[in-house]
Every structure is written in C-alpha cells, then in structure tokens.
C-alpha cells in the first residue's frame, strides 16, 4: 500500500484555518479519509489529503492558493467526486478544495437565455430550476443528482443528450476562476459570440482542476421542448443494434438521444431493479425525441421504421412522462447495478466516428472475451461513445493485469478508428500513461507549455492528464 508524505506543516494550517474559519478546514484523519477517494477505482493504494478545506467564496479561494503556491503545497478542488478518472484523487497529498459551499444559483437570466451558477450547485438542481422558468440546460452525465456544476465544467461532461444538444463545452458562456498564483480571472462574458483573443473559457472547460478553480460560471440555456417521448427498441444482435444507430444517422433525424445497453448490462440491472428490461435480447437502444408537440410523433415514427427495417424485433414506447422515467431510471441504474455485482468496477470512455461504431462493438467484445473479463457494455453511442464497465476485483492481480492489457487494446482500437480516448470522462490519472499516444509529442508539448503558464509550480492537481516520468 502507498501512501504519500505530509505537506503541510501546523503553522500553515493555522494560516488556513484564518481564512477560511476553523470548521471549514478538516485535518482529522478520518475526514482526510473520505477525501482519499472519488468514484473511480485505484485498487488499494491509500493518498490522503493533509487538510480538507470547505471554502465560501472566490476570497478565500484566492488567499488559500497563495499561501498553497507560496509554499508549493498540491490543491485538488473536488465538487461531489464522482469522475471517473481518478482526478480528485491526491496523489502527492495536500489540499483538497471541496466546492459544497459555493452551491448558490446566483440568477436565471430568462431574457438572455443564461444563468449565473456557484460550482457548487448540483446539475440535476439547476436542471430542475431553470426547467421551471420553462428554460433547459441540456448536459445530462448520468451522476447529475449530485455531481456538480464546477465538475462537470473541469471534465467538460456529456451525457446522453450529447447527441443532439452537445456537451457541457457547448454551453459555457463566461467563467471566473482562481488561478495558482491566487489571482482572479474571468474569461467569456454573456455574449453568445465572443472571439475576442484566444479562447480562455474553453481552455478551462475540460481542464480537469489543472489550470484553476473554477468559482463561477455563466451557462447558456435553451427553451424547454414542448414534448419528449422515449423509445426502447430491442435488438437479438447487438450489431443490428450498431447499424440502427448508423441508419438513423443516415437518415438525418436527430433524437436528442442514442444510448445503447448490452445483455449483460440488463441482467445486471434487473438483478437489483425489475425494470422490465428484456434481457433475452441481446442489446437494447434508448432513444428519445423531442421538440415541438406535434413533431415528436413523426420522429418517433420514422425511427421505429428505421430499427425494425434493422432487424428490432421489439419496440416499448413511452405513453407518459411517468414511463418515459422509468426508461431511463433502468438506463441511469445502469453503473450502480454493475458496480454492486464485484469489490469494483472500472468504465472506459473511448469515442470513435460515427461510422465505425459497429467496428468498435465487436472489437470491445472480441477484447474482452480474449481476457475473460466481465463487461457490460452501454454508453451514448449515438456520439460514439461506449463504455465497456469492467466488473472487477482488483485484489486478483491476474484479473487486474487482464484489464489492463484489455483497456491498452480498446484504446489502441479506437485510435485505429480514428477516435480517441475518452469521450468525456476525461483522462485524470488513470488514463495519463495513454495520453502520449493518443496525442503525439508536439501536442503534449503544447500542453505542458499552457499547463507550465497557468500553474508554473505545479500545485493544481499534479500528476493528472499528463503521463508521469
Ligand atoms: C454513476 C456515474 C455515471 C456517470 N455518468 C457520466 C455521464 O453520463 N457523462 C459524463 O460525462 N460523466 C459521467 N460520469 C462521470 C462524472 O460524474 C462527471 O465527470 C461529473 O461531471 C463530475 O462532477 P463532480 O462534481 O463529481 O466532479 P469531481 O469528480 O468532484 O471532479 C472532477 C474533476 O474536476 C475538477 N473540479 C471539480 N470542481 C472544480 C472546480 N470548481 N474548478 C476546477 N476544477 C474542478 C476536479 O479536480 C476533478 O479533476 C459518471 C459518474 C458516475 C459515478
């Protein structure tokens, strides 16, 4: 078991504790505990964290960071932990930001189109109050009950809404951030168009907590759809499932989403949940549509055409919005359910072009199957985007050596499509020693150059994104 040296000697934590007031500053070790983790599954090596810190404002934020700066101490801002990439993991210890307390909506800007937001703030939250103003903010990660604003913006998350509506990047109008030397930046604005130099704002969106902290963010929003109905088309073979979800592309409709679930995805969930998932099938699509009332109808209708012209040999529709939920509460259990079935689980994120989505099923399948690995395969594939979950336990050294040759080769088969890494998930710590492939040297160098500016002495989240030497 690893575990790092402390960093912080007791005069600085007093220090800290002046600035951010005695009980936002946690140092007892089983506070440092909970802190040692996210969602993501490292095996059993231990990292604590030396201090905790809970602050209330971009103030405080700013003089903890000189004082970390000053005296090259790791920060590590974390929102609820639930990426899946190791990134609030402390690798070399130090402190840990956690942004629960900034979690104000500060506006719902219904003329413009656009909200102002604390990090803090759950998605799912946001979601529910600008949905009551009739507006929409459409990034949907599967976590959003509780993952946050600033988290989703660090990992510049999707969701199976990605498809139609984009990802979190596609919404970030303005920031304001913290950067390592304390200093206060804001980068966008509330401008729709805005090329003004470079572009900062997007920069920082996807920068996983390693060029600053992310204190406030001005998000654009949407009109509601009048409508949405979800769809369940079931598939024997998970390959017509594939070439539906290329035929509907083809066929220029957009669903707002194309989300894919395989067999062993739905016994796994209905093993915890009846849902009512066929799981005699081989892979199921999710699929929902949405827009105008009487648009919603047509779509639904030309894509169960396309799905049955491909081979579905059923198809559940949704009649309500109580039914429409249930769907996706099967989908959303999806990672819960496989997580219960061993000590871990581990999902990978790859994405490749559209058109070689049925490639990389098989490919997935056929790795897997040459290591003798339990996967569950779901994931936005109407994006590209399939997540093989490995259900694991890493105290088999065997079994953890297996996942690991087995995610080298869906890594290197989605590069051979002509994709990439991660989709959305980001890359953080467990996926660093692949990011030189995907990349090339010129590109990593650019990034350490830009990583170098913004965080010359490295304190913001070390050992994340890049391979370690
Ligand atoms: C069950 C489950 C389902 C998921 N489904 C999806 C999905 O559908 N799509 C998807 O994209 N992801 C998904 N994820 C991954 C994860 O939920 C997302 O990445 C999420 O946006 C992270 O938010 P968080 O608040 O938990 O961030 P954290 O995990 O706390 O932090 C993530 C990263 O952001 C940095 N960070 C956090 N806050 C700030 C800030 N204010 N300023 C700067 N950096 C910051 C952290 O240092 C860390 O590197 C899922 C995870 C789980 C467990």
């Given at each position: 078991?690893?575990?790092?040296?402390?960093?912080?000697?007791?005069?600085?934590?007093?220090?800290?504790k002046?600035?951010?007031?005695k009980?936002?500053?946690?140092?007892?070790?089983?506070?440092?505990?909970?802190y040692?983790?996210?969602?993501?599954a490292?095996?059993?090596?231990?990292?604590?964290?030396d201090?905790?810190i809970?602050?209330e404002?971009?103030?405080?934020?700013?003089?903890?960071?000189?004082?970390?700066?000053?005296?090259?101490i790791?920060?590590?801002?974390?929102?609820?932990?639930?990426?899946?990439?190791?990134g609030?993991i402390?690798?070399?210890?130090g402190?840990?930001?956690?942004t629960s307390?900034?979690?104000?909506?500060?506006?719902?800007?219904?003329?413009?189109?656009q909200c102002?937001?604390?990090?803090?703030?759950?998605?799912?939250?946001?979601?529910?109050?600008?949905?009551?103003?009739g507006?929409f903010?459409?990034?949907?990660?599967?976590s959003?009950?509780?993952?946050?604003?600033?988290?989703?913006?660090a990992?510049?998350?999707?969701?199976?809404?990605?498809?139609?509506?984009g990802?979190?990047?596609?919404?970030?109008?303005?920031?304001?951030a913290?950067?390592?030397?304390?200093?206060?930046?804001?980068?966008?604005?509330?401008?729709?168009k805005n090329?003004?130099?470079?572009?900062?704002?997007?920069?920082?969106t996807?920068?996983?907590g390693?060029l600053?902290?992310i204190?406030?963010?001005?998000?654009?929003?949407?009109?509601?759809?009048?409508?949405?109905?979800?769809?369940?088309?079931c598939?024997?073979s998970?390959?017509?499932?594939?070439?539906?979800?290329?035929?509907?592309?083809?066929?220029?409709i957009t669903?707002?989403?194309?989300?894919?679930?395989?067999?062993?995805t739905?016994?796994?969930?209905?093993?915890?949940?009846?849902?009512?998932?066929?799981t005699?099938?081989?892979a199921v699509l999710?699929?929902?549509?949405?827009?105008?009332?009487?648009?919603?109808?047509?779509?639904?209708?030309?894509?169960?055409?396309?799905?049955?012209?491909s081979g579905?040999?059923n198809?559940r529709?949704s009649r309500?919005?109580?039914?429409?939920?249930?769907?996706?509460?099967?989908?959303?259990?999806?990672?819960?359910a496989v997580?219960?079935?061993n000590?871990?689980?581990?999902?990978?994120d790859?994405?490749?072009?559209l058109?070689?989505i049925?490639?990389?099923?098989?490919e997935i399948?056929?790795?897997?199957?040459?290591?003798?690995?339990?996967?569950?395969?779901m994931?936005?594939?109407?994006?590209?985007?399939?997540?093989?979950n490995?259900?694991?336990d890493?105290?088999?050294?065997d079994?953890?050596?297996?996942?690991?040759?087995?995610?080298?080769?869906?890594?290197?088969?989605?590069i051979f499509?002509?994709?990439?890494?991660?989709?959305?998930?980001?890359?953080?710590?467990?996926?660093s020693?692949?990011?030189?492939?995907?990349?090339?040297?010129?590109?990593i160098?650019?990034?350490?150059?830009i990583?170098?500016?913004?965080?010359?002495?490295?304190?913001?989240n070390?050992?994340?994104?890049?391979a370690?030497?």
């Open positions: 078991m690893k575990t790092q040296l402390t960093n912080i000697k007791s005069n600085i934590i007093g220090e800290l002046k600035i951010a007031g009980s936002n500053v946690l140092t007892e070790y089983e506070d440092r505990y909970c040692a983790y996210d969602a993501t490292i095996g059993e090596d231990l990292y604590l964290p201090a905790v809970l602050p404002n971009k103030h405080q934020i700013s003089e903890i960071l000189k004082i970390a700066n000053e005296n090259k790791p920060v590590i801002t974390r929102g609820a932990g639930t990426n899946l990439v190791g609030c402390p690798l070399k210890g402190i840990i930001l956690h307390k900034m979690n104000r909506i500060i506006n719902i800007d219904k003329t413009n189109l102002t937001v604390e990090p803090g703030v759950s998605v799912e939250k946001l979601q529910q109050e600008v949905e009551k103003q507006l903010y459409p990034p949907d990660p599967a959003l009950k509780v993952s946050t604003i600033g988290g989703s913006i990992q510049s998350s999707g969701g199976p809404r990605g498809f139609k509506y990802t979190t990047k596609d919404y970030v109008l303005g920031l304001e913290v950067l390592a030397d304390g200093s206060i930046i804001k980068t966008g604005g509330k401008t729709v090329v003004t130099g470079y572009n900062l704002n997007q920069l920082l996807g920068s996983e390693t600053g902290v204190t406030l963010a001005t998000l654009r929003l949407i009109p509601k759809p009048e409508e949405r109905q979800v769809l369940l088309a598939f024997e998970i390959d017509e499932a594939a070439k539906a979800v290329t035929e509907i592309i083809s066929a220029k669903p707002s989403t194309l989300d894919i679930m395989d067999k062993n739905m016994q796994t969930i209905e093993k915890f949940h009846q849902t009512g998932l066929p005699d099938m081989d999710v699929l929902e549509v949405d827009g105008f009332k009487e648009s919603v109808p047509v779509q639904a209708g030309r894509i169960m055409d396309i799905c049955r012209a579905a040999k198809i529709i309500s919005r109580q039914e429409a939920d249930e769907i996706w509460f099967a989908r959303r259990s999806a990672f819960g997580a219960r079935l000590p871990n689980v581990l999902t990978e790859a994405v490749v072009p058109d070689k049925p490639d990389m099923v098989r399948r056929r790795i897997t199957d040459k290591y003798s690995l339990t996967v569950c395969i994931g936005h594939i109407g994006d590209g985007n399939i997540h093989p490995f259900s694991l890493l105290r088999d050294k079994q953890a050596k297996r996942f690991e040759q087995a995610a080298e080769e869906i890594f290197n088969a989605a499509f002509g994709g990439t890494l991660s989709g959305e998930h980001g890359i953080g710590y467990s996926k020693a692949f990011i030189n492939k995907a990349l090339g040297p010129k590109n160098e650019l990034m350490k150059a990583k170098n500016t913004f965080d010359p002495n490295g304190i913001l070390p050992d994340k994104i890049f370690r030497n």
